[in-house]
């Protein structure tokens, strides 16, 4: 686990229950010189949150994925009732806003951002406020994937087929990997996102349920059974194939989104070869 240091009083430091790499930070901006202050905070794990209770003066929060100094693109969701801040990201030489809740985008986009230098600062802002003692809280979730030098500077880098050593990594390390078919397909612009509809067919993995989850919500809302909802980004003008496929991904903000989709005679071949050289990095069902 990732050591954190917080330059600030009374702050509370959490862990999930999965001792995965998550922390947050929860503070007040209730003190007497707070509105006069901006406050650094540090946070070092790939996934976590902040909660700003009465928010004043400005927050600095510096995000690394860990103490490796690698390269890696976050994305950060408001909350559903979060109040009384802006948020910025520091460019080299001035701010540019990534999230207000006024800024006629939709509630539940991602807003995402690239690391410089291993680093991403955020400066939330606190507004005016009139009354002193109303409860607002500026509170967000955070979640951080380290990527290559030539993946930051490639907006279109996560579109591309994975490679066959790729297949094998994720197959080993994604958090859901599932055999399945597309059984529909629909772009949400606003969300800047494609949302797949899978009908599944075999589960290999589902580590901490995420796929049974999102199956049961899918069979509540369309009936359909054995069946789950995939994201992949709106840029990659994903195409609904047919045939069956091997599904690799990860959750990301409560989102299964996809890493890797090799059709399955294409995963099986790669899998018979992986088998015979012995370079499978784990066991390959």
Not at 19 to 43: C, F, H, K, M
Not at 53 to 79: D, K, M
Not at 156 to 176: A, G, I
């Amino acid at each position: 686990m990732s050591i954190v240091a917080f330059n600030t009083q009374n702050h509370k430091w959490m862990m999930n229950r999965h001792n995965e790499e998550w922390n947050g930070w929860i503070n007040t901006g209730l003190r007497e010189d707070a509105s006069r202050e901006v406050q650094p905070i540090y946070l070092r794990c790939a996934h976590g949150s902040v909660e700003w209770n009465y928010p004043r003066g400005a927050l600095q929060v510096f995000l690394r994925h860990g103490t490796s100094g690698r390269e890696f693109r976050g994305c950060l969701r408001a909350r559903e009732h979060f109040n009384g801040a802006q948020i910025y990201v520091e460019g080299h030489r001035k701010l540019h806003l990534l999230y207000s809740k006024t800024d006629g985008k939709h509630p539940e986009l991602l807003r995402c951002f690239t690391s410089y230098h291993g680093q991403v600062a955020l400066y939330v802002e606190a507004e005016p406020v009139n009354d002193t003692l109303q409860k607002l809280v500026a509170s967000f979730s955070y979640n951080l994937q380290p990527v290559s030098t030539e993946a930051l500077f490639d907006d279109l880098y996560e579109c591309r087929p994975c490679t066959e050593e790729e297949m094998l990594r994720f197959y080993c390390t994604s958090v859901f990997v599932i055999q399945g078919t597309v059984s529909g397909l629909r772009n949400e612009n606003a969300l800047l996102r494609t949302e797949l509809l899978i009908k599944v067919t075999k589960v290999f993995r589902n580590s901490e349920g995420s796929v049974v989850l999102n199956t049961r919500e899918v069979t509540a809302e369309t009936g359909k059974k054995n069946y789950t909802i995939l994201y992949r980004p709106l840029k990659c003008g994903t195409k609904a194939g047919s045939g069956e496929f091997i599904f690799m991904g990860r959750m990301m903000l409560g989102n299964p989104v996809l890493h890797c989709a090799p059709r399955l005679a294409e995963w099986h071949k790669v899998r018979k070869k992986a088998i015979l050289e012995g370079t499978n990095q784990c066991q390959l069902d």
